[in-house]
């Protein structure tokens, strides 16, 4: 009895065989996704091009009724300029957004990191009360506690410092809830090999945990990094003195009631996402696993 054969059905994901020709729906389709992502890539540098563009421009340049893609001379002496200008002190704001950054990036890690760990995997009648209430704190608009903030930071003689700066923001709420969803979804079977061996929550916290969650730790890191680099308003309040200026508030200070330094203005723009958009060369895989891995669960 002859037996007929059904053709191979191809999944999605399947090589194109050798020889075989994508029809005219696949092709357009293909041609549709590259234009598009083409067009979203020129949308998005588009605003690097202006900063760059007018960092290296004088303000004839800049407020020139006619556009050229360049000007014919590029000023780099602005950048001396902006680093010579008395009034703003643009490296001392830059060294001041650095330590805010990086510290009190450390401190929300390192608080955020143990809250969520003890709320996911140590045992406590009280976790998912203390759980909803970190919940609770993110429905409170930061208007609401700002008054109280400034007078606590105020009464401890913190203002104008990189203290009154970093340590009112150094535990948050939302990165102890992100970190107690990837707990959550963390494998047992690591910690119970370590139980197995005898350590206890802090050092399998420390020794298993935390070398296998990196990724995640990168990723919330670069999070964080970016909301303290662009702080503006509570900066503002805090940095009285211009020697506790951070990057945002010394920007603002190029656009006045009476002047606009506009160049500088652009050049200081230029300096200061610098290191933001490193950040985000180095490390935007990380921000996408980080998304996909803090699971919505428990």
């Known amino acids: 009895m002859a037996t007929t054969t059904q053709p191979a059905v191809r999944t999605t994901g399947t090589p194109v065989p050798i020889g075989h020709r994508r029809g005219p729906m696949a092709t357009v389709a293909t041609i549709a996704r590259w234009a598009a992502l083409l067009i979203t890539t020129v949308v998005f ?55 805010v950054g990086v510290v009190g990036t450390g401190g929300q890690l390192l608080l955020a990191a143990m809250a969520g760990y003890g709320l996911a995997r140590i045992p406590n009648r009280a ?10 704190t993110l429905m409170i608009p930061a208007a609401v506690t700002f008054i109280p903030s400034f007078v606590l930071v105020s009464s401890l003689g913190w203002v104008s410092s990189l203290r009154g700066l970093i340590i009112p923001g150094l535990f948050s709420g939302f990165a102890a809830f992100l970190f107690r969803q990837y707990f959550i979804n963390f494998p047992k079977e690591l910690e119970e090999a370590a139980r197995v061996d005898g350590l206890g929550y802090w050092r399998t916290f420390w020794l298993i945990v935390v070398p296998n969650s990196l990724p995640f730790f990168a990723a919330i890191a670069a999070i964080t990094f970016i909301a303290n680099w662009n702080a503006f308003l509570w900066p503002l309040v805090i940095g009285q003195d211009s020697s506790s200026w951070t990057v945002q508030v010394a920007l603002s200070t ?27 060369v180095f490390l935007q895989r990380y921000l996408v696993q980080g998304v996909t891995e803090t699971g919505i669960k428990g």
């Open 127 to 136: 976790s998912d009360k203390i759980f909803y209430l970190i919940v609770a």
């Open 254 to 280: 190029f656009i006045t009631a009476q002047t606009i330094n506009i160049h500088e203005l652009f050049v200081a723009a230029a300096v200061s996402i610098l290191p933001l958009v490193l950040i985000f």
């Open 45 to 99: 540098l588009v605003p690097f091009y202006l900063i760059v563009r007018n960092a290296l421009s004088s303000d004839a340049d800049i407020t020139a009724p006619g556009w050229t893609v360049f000007p014919t001379t590029l000023h780099w002496e602005n950048i001396a300029e902006l680093f010579n200008d008395n009034e703003v002190p643009m490296a001392r704001a830059l060294w001041n957004s650095t330590v």
